[in-house]
């Protein structure tokens, strides 16, 4: 015992000895005299070291030189500090800036900490009085922003976006005098815009996009003279559009999208001479567009999509002859593409899908040469489709109008998307289609390559009695296959043949109830029914990833290198009514959604036999399984979690409000929830969906999964 009190009493000395002088080790390559003290210098180096972010073969002696990311001022004071963002230099991040006292990089201006993985602020952060740049965004902060972090004097750039930031937005804020660039975008702040950040005459740039902000728009903060960019979409704000800001000749950014903003487009928005990007979209403006508009001359992008804008498209909007983006969809505009637009020379995007449009698609449409993505879709258009509309293009949506005539042969090599359903179209469909990766025929009933049923009511939809067409690309490759069994077995194919054709007759009304067909909605010419057998191995459990209440699930990588998914109904599921109304029910709502956040069906095959899915491939599986997994979870931190959250909302908003008509998934669970590698969300299993009729009784049996279902119904259970 009295050895371990003496081993202790001499540590304890060591200790005092080493307070008393003052010394510390420092890092190999720098030099101190044995009788001195710490210089800021030396701690600076020490600091630096001790974050190990950059690798051993740089030495701290040469640290202002060829340090990546670190610059000094001429006495060798570090003034900037940026980690290396790059794979090839190697830090650990998080790891070591906990034990950091930063306030030793006294001389510090910029420093920039994004994608760090912090998960708190560093120590002496705050008594850093001479930053102008002050970048922590892309961690996983919480809570609150501190008091502190607002007192910069001399701060000119503050990014603390992409965090978990909560709260209230500080009115401190409104005290750093000399700010430029405000950006706290992609966090979880609540209330209002701080009122004093109006006395921050000096803000070019404020960025509060996807927050949870709500109130009025502040029109204090949008009259300051020197803004260029307002970015508040994706927030809850209310009220009108202030008429105050647009006495700011400066602003040329303005994204107010995905609120709740209402009211009319004052048409004192005209004076934003200078403005190049304009989105109102995704809010509740009503009335029409006003002729001012034409005033912006240097527009770029103009958004006005998902309103309650009527009226028609104003002719003035012909004078912004730079504009690229023009999208005005999911609105109440009706009558006449104007001619006037034809002046656009530089548009690569035009968007008037799904309002009250009518005439005819003009042709000088055909010479907007940068045109590459139309979407007339959901309009009263008719005539013809005009010659040369298809090749420049690479997306042309067409579709739910009353378009007549043929289909145009001149189709251009990007062309990848065509979508011409629910037409009038006749003739044969050009074999020029078959380059196209992605095309939509159906609901063309005038159309020789077959039947197309162009019934829409809701009674069929529910009874689950269908009349689907047959894909031309399909018939052609049964042909195909006929042709070489007939060669093959030629005399048993003739047997077999007439014994099929008296089948059929017999058998007729059977088989329009049942179905027997092979269909690719999306159909690129690769993708075929052998493929997906020889894939699978006629569907052998080796290839088995999952098995579902009324089917199994199969990877197959096809011969073109692709990887699919496909969901097989189970041979005594796919004989009971209730399963193939199931099933013929996700095939036809997942043809009417296209959206990021939903799964992609690619194709189909129903047929007495063997019926089946066509699924984008998917590769982390479902969250289920993923939470279920250990250390699948772990990785699932709460920044990823909250992602996961958002896509699963923006696929349901799709879903409720830009579908027509609504769609409800009636069975959001975990195990309907799909990640692909990145960890994006898509949402799958619309077995049960349902396309919801306004001018009718909506009410329906209870669907669901035990555990997701609202708590009101759990007495139906």
């Given at each position: 015992m009295a050895i371990y009190t003496s081993i202790l009493m001499v540590l304890i000395q060591l200790l005092l000895c080493a307070s008393s002088n003052s010394y510390t080790i420092l890092p190999p390559g720098t030099q101190r005299n044995a009788t001195s003290k710490v210089s800021p210098l030396d701690k600076e180096a020490y600091a630096l070291f001790s974050l190990h972010w950059w690798s051993i073969q740089y030495n701290i002696s040469n640290r202002c030189n060829n340090w990546p990311g670190v610059e000094c001022n001429n006495n060798g004071s570090i003034t900037k500090l940026s980690p290396p963002k790059d794979s090839t230099y190697t830090f650990k991040r998080d790891l070591y800036i906990r034990d950091i006292d930063f306030s030793v990089f006294s001389n510090l201006v910029h420093l920039d900490l994004s994608q760090m993985d912090l998960y708190e602020l560093p120590l002496g952060l705050s008594s850093l009085k001479k930053l102008t740049l002050l970048n922590i965004s892309s961690n996983n902060l919480q809570d609150e922003i501190p008091f502190s972090l607002a007192n910069f004097p001399q701060l000119m750039v503050f990014d603390v976006s992409n965090n978990l930031f909560t709260g209230q937005i500080p009115h401190e804020i409104g005290m750093l005098e000399n700010l430029v660039t405000l950006d706290l975008s992609f966090n979880m702040f609540s209330g209002t815009i701080p009122l004093s950040l109006s006395h921050v005459t000096s803000l070019n740039h404020l960025r509060i996009s996807n927050n949870q902000l709500d109130g009025e728009l502040p029109s204090t903060i949008l009259s300051l003279f020197q803004l260029k960019t307002v970015d508040l979409s994706r927030n809850r704000f209310l009220g009108k559009l202030p008429t105050t800001f647009v006495n700011n000749s400066q602003l040329r950014n303005l994204n107010l999208s995905d609120n709740r903003i209402g009211g009319y487009i004052p048409c004192e928005i005209g004076k934003l001479d200078n403005l190049v990007v304009l989105d109102l979209s995704l809010n509740q403006l009503a009335g029409p567009i006003p002729d001012q508009i034409g005033c912006l001359k240097n527009l770029t992008s103009l958004h006005l999509d998902s309103n309650w804008i009527n009226g028609s498209i104003p002719s003035s909007i012909g004078l912004l002859t730079h504009l690229k983006e023009l999208t005005l969809g999911f609105n109440h505009i009706d009558g006449l593409i104007p001619a006037e637009l034809e002046h656009l020379v530089h548009l690569k995007v035009l968007d008037i899908s799904n309002n009250a449009i009518f005439g005819s698609i003009p042709k000088w449409i055909s010479a907007l040469t940068q045109l590459t993505d139309i979407r007339l879709q959901g309009n009263q258009l008719c005539g013809v489709i005009p010659y040369g509309i298809l090749i420049h293009s690479i997306h042309v949506d067409l579709s739910r109008n009353h378009l007549n005539g043929s289909i145009p042969s001149q189709i251009g090599y990007n062309l990848s998307y065509l979508d011409l359903n629910h037409n009038n179209l006749s003739g044969k469909k050009p074999k020029e289609l078959e380059s196209i990766r992605f095309y939509y025929l159906y609901c063309n009933p005038f159309l020789d390559?077959?039947?197309?049923?162009?019934?829409?009511?809701?009674?069929?939809?529910?009874?689950?009695?269908?009349?689907?067409?047959?894909?031309?690309?399909?018939?052609?490759?049964?042909?195909?296959?006929?042709?070489?069994v007939l060669i093959s077995f030629s005399s048993i194919g003739i047997g077999i043949c007439v014994l099929r054709a008296r089948y059929r007759r017999k058998h007729k009304n059977k088989a329009a109830k049942h179905g027997d067909l092979f269909s690719i909605w999306n159909y690129d010419g690769k993708i075929a029914f052998e493929d997906i057998i020889e894939a699978t191995q006629d569907f052998d459990i080796r290839y088995c990833i999952g098995t579902g209440a009324y089917g199994s699930v199969y990877k197959a990588k096809l011969p073109s290198g692709k990887t699919v998914a496909l969901k097989k109904l189970h041979k005594t599921e796919s004989e009971n009514p209730s399963y193939y109304k199931s099933f013929c029910n996700e095939v036809e709502v997942l043809t009417e959604i296209r959206h990021r956040n939903i799964i992609r069906l690619y194709g189909y095959c129903l047929h007495n036999r063997?019926?089946?899915?066509?699924?984008?491939?998917?590769?982390?599986?479902?969250?289920?399984?993923?939470?279920?997994?250990?250390?699948?979870?772990?990785?699932?931190?709460?920044?990823?979690?909250?992602?996961?959250?958002?896509?699963?909302?923006?696929?349901?908003?799709?879903?409720?409000?830009?579908?027509?008509?609504?769609?409800?998934?009636?069975?959001?669970?975990?195990?309907?929830?799909?990640?692909?590698?990145?960890?994006?969300?898509?949402?799958?299993?619309?077995?049960t969906a349902r396309l919801l009729d306004p001018d009718s009784s909506n009410q329906t049996l209870l669907v669901g999964t035990y555990g997701y279902v609202a708590p009101v119904l759990e007495w139906w259970l």
């Amino acid at each position: 015992m009295a050895i371990y009190t003496s081993i202790l009493m001499v540590l304890i000395q060591l200790l005092l000895c080493a307070s008393s002088n003052s010394y510390t080790i420092l890092p190999p390559g720098t030099q101190r005299n044995a009788t001195s003290k710490v210089s800021p210098l030396d701690k600076e180096a020490y600091a630096l070291f001790s974050l190990h972010w950059w690798s051993i073969q740089y030495n701290i002696s040469n640290r202002c030189n060829n340090w990546p990311g670190v610059e000094c001022n001429n006495n060798g004071s570090i003034t900037k500090l940026s980690p290396p963002k790059d794979s090839t230099y190697t830090f650990k991040r998080d790891l070591y800036i906990r034990d950091i006292d930063f306030s030793v990089f006294s001389n510090l201006v910029h420093l920039d900490l994004s994608q760090m993985d912090l998960y708190e602020l560093p120590l002496g952060l705050s008594s850093l009085k001479k930053l102008t740049l002050l970048n922590i965004s892309s961690n996983n902060l919480q809570d609150e922003i501190p008091f502190s972090l607002a007192n910069f004097p001399q701060l000119m750039v503050f990014d603390v976006s992409n965090n978990l930031f909560t709260g209230q937005i500080p009115h401190e804020i409104g005290m750093l005098e000399n700010l430029v660039t405000l950006d706290l975008s992609f966090n979880m702040f609540s209330g209002t815009i701080p009122l004093s950040l109006s006395h921050v005459t000096s803000l070019n740039h404020l960025r509060i996009s996807n927050n949870q902000l709500d109130g009025e728009l502040p029109s204090t903060i949008l009259s300051l003279f020197q803004l260029k960019t307002v970015d508040l979409s994706r927030n809850r704000f209310l009220g009108k559009l202030p008429t105050t800001f647009v006495n700011n000749s400066q602003l040329r950014n303005l994204n107010l999208s995905d609120n709740r903003i209402g009211g009319y487009i004052p048409c004192e928005i005209g004076k934003l001479d200078n403005l190049v990007v304009l989105d109102l979209s995704l809010n509740q403006l009503a009335g029409p567009i006003p002729d001012q508009i034409g005033c912006l001359k240097n527009l770029t992008s103009l958004h006005l999509d998902s309103n309650w804008i009527n009226g028609s498209i104003p002719s003035s909007i012909g004078l912004l002859t730079h504009l690229k983006e023009l999208t005005l969809g999911f609105n109440h505009i009706d009558g006449l593409i104007p001619a006037e637009l034809e002046h656009l020379v530089h548009l690569k995007v035009l968007d008037i899908s799904n309002n009250a449009i009518f005439g005819s698609i003009p042709k000088w449409i055909s010479a907007l040469t940068q045109l590459t993505d139309i979407r007339l879709q959901g309009n009263q258009l008719c005539g013809v489709i005009p010659y040369g509309i298809l090749i420049h293009s690479i997306h042309v949506d067409l579709s739910r109008n009353h378009l007549n005539g043929s289909i145009p042969s001149q189709i251009g090599y990007n062309l990848s998307y065509l979508d011409l359903n629910h037409n009038n179209l006749s003739g044969k469909k050009p074999k020029e289609l078959e380059s196209i990766r992605f095309y939509y025929l159906y609901c063309n009933p005038f159309l020789d390559d077959g039947y197309y049923d162009c019934s829409d009511s809701q009674d069929q939809r529910d009874s689950g009695h269908h009349n689907h067409h047959f894909s031309p690309s399909s018939i052609v490759l049964v042909l195909i296959i006929v042709a070489s069994v007939l060669i093959s077995f030629s005399s048993i194919g003739i047997g077999i043949c007439v014994l099929r054709a008296r089948y059929r007759r017999k058998h007729k009304n059977k088989a329009a109830k049942h179905g027997d067909l092979f269909s690719i909605w999306n159909y690129d010419g690769k993708i075929a029914f052998e493929d997906i057998i020889e894939a699978t191995q006629d569907f052998d459990i080796r290839y088995c990833i999952g098995t579902g209440a009324y089917g199994s699930v199969y990877k197959a990588k096809l011969p073109s290198g692709k990887t699919v998914a496909l969901k097989k109904l189970h041979k005594t599921e796919s004989e009971n009514p209730s399963y193939y109304k199931s099933f013929c029910n996700e095939v036809e709502v997942l043809t009417e959604i296209r959206h990021r956040n939903i799964i992609r069906l690619y194709g189909y095959c129903l047929h007495n036999r063997c019926m089946f899915l066509v699924y984008e491939y998917l590769e982390r599986g479902s969250l289920f399984c993923n939470l279920a997994d250990e250390i699948e979870a772990q990785e699932l931190n709460w920044r990823k979690r909250v992602n996961i959250i958002k896509g699963t909302a923006y696929a349901l908003a799709h879903m409720h409000h830009h579908c027509t008509p609504p769609i409800v998934h009636r069975d959001v669970s975990s195990n309907n929830i799909l990640l692909n590698s990145e960890l994006e969300v898509c949402v799958s299993d619309f077995g049960t969906a349902r396309l919801l009729d306004p001018d009718s009784s909506n009410q329906t049996l209870l669907v669901g999964t035990y555990g997701y279902v609202a708590p009101v119904l759990e007495w139906w259970l």
